[in-house]
Each structure stands twice: as structure tokens, then as C-alpha cells.
């Protein structure tokens, strides 16, 4: 059964710093893209960034781009999100989701797995 378990969210002050890790088990991951999204109140999910399991070119939203780093470590069956100069509008749910294949990458109905997310809040 393929688990994904999202830690690291947290409150932190506009400017600051949080790293989402996500822990991926079940199966093995190869053929996969692991993404990130995101939910605010009120709001429709939306895509945030996406790697491939070997490790391709990430690709990001505009609105993070320049701010937030996806990685993963492969031995370690782990997913990372580094998010830098936080902003008071990345305040939302953060979820790590999996995929099989390479296209539609942002779109979040192409997802198999999802994880049960982590909140994130950035104060002004």
C-alpha cells in the first residue's frame, strides 16, 4: 500500500524559511513524477512543483519560481520542498502526490497518490 507522510510544515514570519520532507513507501517509485500542491481556504488546489523519481528537470509554478527548490533523495525514498523568501500568500495545505508517467505534470487529477498534507502558514 503506497504511503506518502508529509512533515515540516509549520508558522514562520514572511522572508523566512521551511523544508517539506515527504516519505514515500509502498512500492518502488521508478516511472513515477513526485509533485507538490498546495490549498488555501477557500481556494482550489493548485500545483506547486514536480520532479521526476530519476531525478529530471523540476518544473515550478510561477509563483514559487526563484523561491522554492523540489528534490528528492532516491535512497532514501524521499521527496523535499525547500521554500525560501516565504510570503504570506504560500500560506496553505501543502500536499506531496505521485504519479505515474511524465505529462500533465501540474494538473492534479493525473495524480494516483496523495498524502494527508501539512500546514504551512506565513505571517506578515
Known amino acids: 500500500q503506497v504511503q506518502l507522510v508529509e512533515s ?16 514515500a513507501s509502498g512500492r518502488t517509485f521508478d516511472g513515477f513524477v513526485m509533485g507538490w500542491f498546495r490549498q488555501a481556504p477557500g481556494k482550489e488546489r493548485e500545483f506547486v512543483a514536480a520532479v521526476t523519481w530519476g531525478g529530471g528537470t523540476p518544473l515550478y509554478a510561477d509563483s514559487v519560481k526563484g523561491r522554492f527548490t523540489v528534490s528528492r533523495d532516491g535512497a532514501k525514498n524521499m521527496v523535499f520542498l ?20 511524465f505529462t500533465d505534470l501540474s494538473d492534479s487529477y493525473q495524480y494516483d497518490y496523495w498524502g ?9
Do not use: F, H, N, W
Open 8 to 23: 515540516g510544515g509549520g508558522l514562520v514570519q514572511a522572508g523566512y524559511s521551511l523544508r517539506l520532507s515527504c516519505a
Open 82 to 101: 525547500q521554500m525560501d523568501s516565504l510570503k504570506p500568500e504560500d500560506t496553505a495545505v501543502y500536499y506531496c502526490a505521485a504519479k505515474r508517467g
Open 116 to 124: 494527508q498534507g501539512t500546514q504551512v502558514t506565513v505571517s506578515s
